[in-house]
């Protein structure tokens, strides 16, 4: 029930195209859903993030759209740019403690 | 720079050995979570703290232990060591816990034990 299922595991995308990123939770307690963003050799940087009173959620390219019913989000990279060529982790945490339920992470590479 | 810092970098040691990760949290910030990341499991919580006390457990193995120490930095000690326990361990701090604050990850250090 502490699951977070993310998909796709890698995604390739020409330079201006958009990416997205989907995850599926399970738990409904969960109350806050960040998008983390990896470079090889770093540790993970939060991207933004979304709370479930909102269904989306924009900055700058960066926009997440949240589905409380069906228990899905999404990220979505608009104008993507090689630089954004990074490993993306969606997660989930509880209010209570803030420990952070990550997805599996997909491997994004933008093509120039 | 997200303002965590780790120590060591990198670590290699031999099987059934002990070692000891150091993580400085940001200025001010009082809770520490503590992160590993390999291949087959991604990433996964193992421990927090805050302000010296310990308030969360995740997958945390009984060989691995952890505190936090008065002057807020934390250490993950990692014994009797398997080469399944080779991956990288983050370290994360945040102001509080219970609020939607912002997790700020530390570089990691890499474990390799052979």
């Known amino acids: 029930q502490q699951q977070v299922k993310q998909s796709p595991q890698s995604l390739i995308v020409q330079k201006g195209g958009i990416s997205i990123i989907n995850c599926a939770y399970e738990?409904?307690?969960?109350?806050?859903f960040p998008w983390y963003q990896q470079f090889p050799g770093k540790g993970p940087a939060l991207l933004i993030a979304?709370?479930?009173?909102?269904s989306e959620k924009k900055e700058g390219r960066f926009t997440i759209s949240f589905n409380k019913s069906a228990k899905q989000f999404s990220l979505h990279i608009m104008d993507s740019q090689p630089g954004d060529s990074a490993t993306y982790f969606c997660a989930a945490s509880l209010l209570l403690t803030r420990q952070l339920t990550f997805g599996s992470g997909t491997q994004l590479t933008v093509l120039p | 720079d997200s303002g965590v810092t780790q120590t060591p970098k990198h670590l290699i040691t031999a099987t059934g050995q002990r070692v000891t990760l150091r993580c400085s949290p940001r200025?001010?910030?009082?809770?520490v979570y503590w992160y590993q990341q390999s291949l087959d499991q991604g990433l996964q919580f193992l421990i927090q703290y805050y302000n010296g006390e310990e308030r969360a457990k995740g997958n945390i193995l009984e060989r691995f232990s952890a505190q936090q120490f008065p002057d807020l930095h934390s250490e993950l000690n990692l014994s009797s060591l398997e080469l399944g326990d080779s991956a990288l361990y983050f370290c994360a701090s945040s102001v509080g816990q219970g609020e939607y604050n912002e997790q700020f990850f530390g570089p990691g250090t890499r474990l390799t034990v052979l």
């Open positions: 738990n409904t307690a969960f109350d806050y």
């Open positions: 979304i709370r479930p009173d909102v």
């Open positions: 200025s001010g910030d009082l809770s």
